[in-house]
């Protein structure tokens, strides 16, 4: 049925969040997908349908939310409900982008 994969190099899948646009590896963003009951938040990746995704921090959701990305990204139109799932979620992660690479400006001598 399904052929072997082989683990070969180092594939990351890379995925635009629809808020702010920048390509990341699939794991560090949070996946929606438009289901029959509406749109939801998919913990796990693996929700059949058409899906987007998004950073896991306000900023690109609150960006999201205002040019209409998710409709356009899902094809659909959310309902209120949709929205207030959405939003509600959005609620629990942190307002700002998570620390990536730091630089290292701080000279910091003894
Ligand atoms: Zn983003």
Not at 76 to 94: G, S
Request: proline share 7%.
């Amino acid at each position: 049925m399904a052929p072997k994969k082989r683990r070969r190099g180092k594939h990351i899948p890379q995925r635009t969040c629809i808020g702010c646009r920048t390509v990341s590896s699939k794991w560090e963003l949070i996946r929606i997908v438009r289901t029959p009951d509406g749109v939801q938040i998919d913990p796990t990746r693996r929700l059949p349908g058409r899906g987007a995704y998004l950073h896991a921090n306000r900023a690109c959701w609150e960006a999201a939310f205002k040019r209409r990305a998710f409709a356009r990204a899902l094809r659909t139109t959310l309902t209120q409900a949709d929205i207030q799932r959405l939003r509600a979620f959005m609620e629990t992660l942190p307002a700002e982008e998570l620390p990536r690479e730091e630089p290292e400006s701080e000279a910091n001598g003894g």
